[in-house]
């Protein structure tokens, strides 16, 4: 079976798809709020000759530096990112990792950019291609993602009940949304995806990227870890999967001089997956330290300070350390 294939391909293989009857399809869950939506860039770039004092110099060009397309021609970056692209330069979509977005981009398909904000990618494309990689069964991923949502309020597991903090929102909003999308998306998933029909679904792992709002509010912060636990509990639960593989992935995206609140919330985070401080996680649960993974400024396409300043090569790093992180979980180391 072919891993990746042009986007020229999709009608011959929609009408010659492989037989997959009677396989299961391994279903991962993708969560969280914009940095999982997904802003990394696809072909818009950094210019390196832009000169802000000339009128009309443009900030960024096609093939700019920082994009997806740039890192697969630099020879420094190549061998990492050429996958993405064919031998005519055209981006690839796989034919066994399939997938379903709530992000304001394409909403289902195969795997390829384009699922995240826009035209752009997120966490997805990494993390598709390493289980795709890895697994033998076809692979389905459901990414429900918004911008501007916190754990505390927006995301709060119901085992954490209620909380003051909330004002005019309603506790657990987005996380009984969440839970809706995944059990509707797999209701329909044969419609949706019609190379699947016949398949099995079962749920192989859960993949959370999250946390910019709840550094924001030193409450917020002070109960992440407590929230997060719960977090995983109630998924679990409500899924029927006891031990569902969890891949945390922490907010740092201000990188490896990240400080205060948002130094504590990422700490919060890494210590979900510490089996010294939760044991009943131990061997399900791995948490990523994501600040190493914030591109320079003279490698990222924008220098917002947020969104991963838009870099391709931030957002695949992401979606790769948690792809490999879930393949560890899934072989039981």
Same mark, same amino acid.
């Given at each position: 079976?072919?891993?990746?294939?042009?986007? @020229?391909?999709?009608?011959?293989?929609?009408?010659?798809?492989?037989?997959?009857?009677?396989?299961?399809?391994?279903?991962?869950?993708?969560?969280?709020?914009?940095?999982?939506? !997904?802003?990394?860039?696809?072909?818009?770039?950094?210019?390196?000759?832009? &000169?802000?004092?000339?009128?009309?110099?443009?900030?960024?060009?096609?093939?700019?530096? !920082?994009?997806?397309?740039?890192? /697969? %021609? &630099?020879?420094?970056?190549?061998?990492?990112?050429?996958?993405?692209?064919?031998?005519?330069?055209?981006?690839?979509?796989?034919?066994?990792?399939?997938?379903?977005?709530? /992000?304001?981009?394409?909403?289902?398909?195969?795997?390829?950019?384009?699922?995240?904000?826009?035209?752009?990618?997120?966490?997805?494309?990494?993390?598709?291609?390493?289980?795709?990689?890895?697994?033998?069964?076809?692979?389905?991923?459901?990414?429900? #993602?918004?911008?501007?949502?916190?754990?505390?309020? *927006?995301?709060? =597991?119901?085992?954490?009940?209620?909380?003051?903090?909330?004002?005019?929102?309603? /506790?657990?909003?987005?996380?009984?949304?969440?839970?809706?999308?995944?059990?509707?998306?797999?209701? !329909?998933?044969?419609?949706?995806?019609?190379?699947?029909?016949?398949?099995?679904? #079962?749920? @192989?792992?859960?993949?959370?990227?999250?946390?910019?709002? *709840?550094?924001?509010?030193?409450?917020?912060?002070?109960?992440?870890? %407590?929230?997060?636990?719960?977090?995983?509990?109630?998924?679990?639960?409500?899924?029927?999967? %006891?031990?569902?593989?969890?891949?945390?992935?922490?907010?740092?995206?201000?990188?490896?001089?990240?400080?205060?609140?948002?130094?504590?919330?990422?700490?919060?985070?890494? *210590?979900?997956?510490? =089996?010294?401080?939760? =044991?009943?996680?131990?061997?399900?649960?791995?948490?990523?330290?994501?600040?190493?993974?914030?591109?320079?400024?003279?490698?990222?396409?924008?220098?917002?300070?947020?969104?991963?300043?838009?870099?391709?090569?931030?957002?695949?790093?992401?979606?790769? /350390?948690?792809?490999?992180?879930?393949?560890?979980?899934?072989? !039981?180391?």
């Amino acid at each position: 079976m072919n891993k990746w294939i042009p986007f @020229a391909a999709v009608l011959i293989l929609a009408l010659a798809s492989p037989v997959r009857a009677g396989k299961t399809v391994k279903v991962f869950i993708l969560a969280g709020q914009s940095n999982m939506v !997904g802003h990394g860039k696809v072909e818009m770039g950094r210019n390196p000759d832009y &000169d802000k004092t000339k009128k009309g110099s443009p900030r960024e060009i096609k093939g700019g530096i !920082g994009c997806l397309r740039s890192l /697969a %021609k &630099d020879p420094k970056t190549s061998a990492t990112y050429k996958k993405f692209f064919d031998a005519d330069g055209k981006l690839v979509e796989r034919d066994d990792v399939f997938i379903y977005s709530t /992000a304001p981009g394409k909403s289902k398909g195969r795997l390829s950019t384009g699922f995240g904000k826009g035209g752009w990618f997120g966490p997805e494309l990494g993390f598709g291609f390493v289980v795709g990689d890895f697994l033998k069964e076809p692979v389905l991923i459901i990414k429900t #993602a918004w911008g501007g949502k916190d754990l505390a309020v *927006d995301f709060r =597991p119901p085992s954490s009940g209620d909380t003051p903090l909330k004002k005019n929102r309603t /506790a657990g909003e987005y996380y009984k949304k969440m839970m809706t999308i995944v059990k509707e998306s797999l209701a !329909g998933f044969e419609k949706d995806f019609p190379e699947l029909k016949g398949c099995k679904p #079962a749920f @192989a792992g859960f993949g959370w990227h999250q946390g910019w709002n *709840d550094g924001c509010n030193e409450d917020f912060t002070a109960e992440y870890e %407590k929230n997060m636990a719960n977090f995983i509990r109630d998924v679990r639960k409500e899924l029927g999967v %006891k031990d569902l593989p969890f891949v945390i992935a922490n907010t740092g995206q201000n990188g490896p001089g990240t400080k205060g609140r948002f130094a504590k919330l990422c700490q919060a985070q890494l *210590d979900i997956g510490d =089996p010294k401080k939760h =044991p009943e996680f131990k061997g399900t649960v791995i948490s990523i330290d994501t600040r190493p993974f914030k591109a320079g400024d003279d490698r990222a396409p924008s220098g917002f300070g947020y969104h991963w300043n838009h870099s391709g090569e931030s957002h695949f790093m992401v979606g790769d /350390a948690m792809g490999k992180a879930m393949v560890k979980l899934l072989q !039981g180391k």
